[in-house]
């Protein structure tokens, strides 16, 4: 789905790069115009950057893309909306590709614009790293929000300032903990895994599958990468669950990758929650009716709302507060016996 190319764009002429490494250690480099004889000094901070207190700031926000953003658009409201009700100027471009390069080059655009502060969605752990140890150089506060980054090449405290998320392992763990208990732990389970490479899907899977393994009648019979995508759900059930019939539990990463897991399960005669059971992360107003609706067993919640919790620290980072170099959200789990009153709050 193509999206506008800008929107909510804040005032970029004018944009200041705050706290130009007052406190932090910097170094200065000065290169000159051959042609022009001009020289030009630009400073470099080799350590966390403060950022001057003031009333207004122009945020860079780069949210990775997503085919179908069941969560990412409510996550991406949550900061749209925290901006707008300080009045404060965002700088955000959706991009048009899941292409991890193409995020890239949104960042670069940020740091170009010399936006007061970064907010980063990561596409993945490994590419995005660089780009943030490149904003700290340019002198600009990074936070991480939701998928973390590569700590041995982007040090928290150091290229950043802090990750504001959930905490991924801890919800495969928690919802492979209701399986262990709604089984008896006895169950054989087919893992459908988000985008490769993702903290969401590295944690996710590694939370999981440590608590599964612990258990002797329980077997992850096969898992693959379906990249959080309801479509690409589809089609590795196509292939995925043929080839392991005597599965009777799916354990998807999220609530979009188990709604194409719905959708060809129906189209091919099998009733979910009946003749396979169903089990996934998120908490979307979709997942959680499916729950009532007895499609899905359970729902582990990764709650997307972070833009309050952002934009307050961005506050106490520019009054000199230290903050935790993570920070994360307690995260709930869901089945028919709360759904229901979960559902008005569902995102």
């Known amino acids: 789905?193509?999206?506008?190319?800008?929107?909510?764009?804040?005032?970029?002429a004018g944009s200041t790069i705050l706290g130009a490494c007052g406190s932090s250690d910097s170094s200065t480099a000065t290169t000159t115009n051959t042609s022009t004889g001009t020289s030009t000094t630009t400073k470099a901070c080799t350590s966390l950057p403060p950022?001057?207190?003031?009333?207004?700031?122009?945020?860079?926000?780069?949210?990775?893309?997503?085919a179908a953003p069941l969560w990412r658009k409510?996550?991406?409201?949550?900061?749209?909306?925290e901006a707008a009700k300080?009045?404060?100027?965002?700088?955000?471009?959706?991009?048009?590709?899941?292409?991890?390069?193409?995020?890239?080059?949104?960042?670069?655009?940020?740091?170009?614009?010399?936006?007061?502060?970064?907010?980063?969605?990561?596409?993945?752990?490994?590419?995005?790293?660089p780009m943030v140890v490149k904003a700290r150089k340019a002198c600009i506060?990074?936070?991480?929000?939701?998928?973390?980054?590569?700590?041995?090449?982007?040090v928290p405290g150091v290229d950043y300032v802090s990750f504001i998320g959930s905490d991924f392992e801890t919800e495969g763990a928690l919802i492979a903990q209701w399986l262990i208990t709604k089984t008896g732990g006895t169950a054989k389970i087919v893992e459908f895994e988000g985008t490769t490479g993702s903290s969401a899907a590295v944690l996710r899977k590694k939370g999981f599958d440590a608590?599964?393994?612990?258990?002797?009648?329980?077997?992850?019979?096969?898992?693959?990468?379906?990249?959080?995508?309801?479509?690409?759900?589809?089609?590795?059930?196509?292939?995925?669950?043929?080839?392991?019939?005597?599965?009777?539990?799916?354990?998807?990463?999220?609530?979009?990758?188990?709604?194409?897991?719905?959708?060809?399960?129906?189209?091919?005669?099998?009733?979910?929650?009946?003749?396979?059971?169903?089990i996934?992360?998120?908490?979307?107003?979709?997942?959680?009716?499916?729950?009532?609706?007895?499609?899905?067993?359970?729902?582990?919640?990764?709650?997307?709302?972070?833009?309050?919790?952002?934009?307050?620290?961005?506050?106490?980072?520019?009054?000199?507060?230290t903050l935790p170099v993570s920070m994360m959200n307690k995260d709930r789990t869901f089945d028919s016996t709360n759904a229901a009153t979960y559902l008005p709050e569902a995102f």
């Open 51 to 66: 950022l001057a207190k003031k009333d207004k700031y122009t945020v860079g926000f780069s949210q990775l893309w997503e």
């Open 1 to 12: 789905m193509k999206r506008n190319n800008w929107v909510g764009i804040g005032v970029l």
């Open 280 to 321: 996934s992360i998120d908490g979307t107003i979709e997942g959680t009716q499916d729950i009532i609706d007895g499609k899905i067993e359970a729902i582990t919640e990764c709650n997307p709302k972070f833009g309050p919790l952002l934009f307050d620290s961005i506050v106490k980072y520019s009054n000199g507060e």
């Open 141 to 154: 506060p990074v936070f991480i929000e939701d998928r973390g980054v590569d700590k041995t090449v982007a």
């Open 211 to 278: 608590a599964i393994a612990k258990q002797p009648g329980m077997k992850i019979l096969a898992s693959q990468s379906a990249d959080f995508d309801p479509v690409t759900g589809y089609n590795v059930a196509k292939t995925l669950l043929p080839a392991n019939p005597t599965a009777d539990w799916i354990y998807a990463h999220n609530d979009g990758m188990a709604f194409g897991i719905i959708k060809y399960l129906e189209e091919n005669g099998k009733k979910p929650g009946t003749d396979i059971k169903i």
């Open 86 to 129: 300080r009045g404060w100027d965002l700088v955000y471009n959706p991009g048009t590709t899941d292409d991890a390069a193409e995020q890239v080059s949104r960042i670069q655009a940020l740091i170009d614009a010399k936006v007061d502060v970064i907010i980063v969605a990561p596409h993945d752990e490994t590419t995005i790293s």
């Open 74 to 81: 409510s996550n991406t409201k949550s900061i749209v909306d």
